[in-house]
């Protein structure tokens, strides 16, 4: 009867032991798919703002376009994100959103097309939960630009 015990044991252990690189592995693609999609909200919000709307020199009076972005907390179906970030670029360069995950290298995309820039430096979220970013469409110079930028709790609905 105890060898049995043991054996049950031993088989147990055995197959959590070889299934837990597979649990990892599942956890990582699901959290990169969520911030892929989460980052693909945000550039799709930046491309359609200046197709849809009109530039304005003052800032405060831009058409403004707010996403909220979830940046997902470390859980069994989640992997942990040491940070998500994006920054500014012009149109041919584009912009970049980056994440890493924890103990991972960086992943990077670029949305080219829209000249997007992030006027107090690359916007990091780094903190777990929901975080509102607004996107803002200017006038400078002679073109149309894309500012983005974090919104604070205390930004309801004021300028950009």
Known sequence: MVTRLVVAVALAVALVAASLPA???AREERTKARLDAELTRVADAARSLPE???AAGDTSLAAR???AVSVPERSLT???VDYVELAGGDVSVGASFSYRL????????R???VPLSTPTGPVRLSATGTQRLALSLVERGRGRLVTLRR???DDVGGAA
């Open 111 to 113: 949305l080219t097309g």
């Open 151 to 153: 919104l604070e709790a």
């Open 78 to 80: 989640t992997a942990s």
């Open 65 to 67: 376009r707010v996403v």
């Open 102 to 109: 924890a103990g991972r290298e960086e992943t990077t995309h």
């Open 23 to 25: 649990v990892d592995a």
């Open 52 to 54: 849809t709307e009109d």
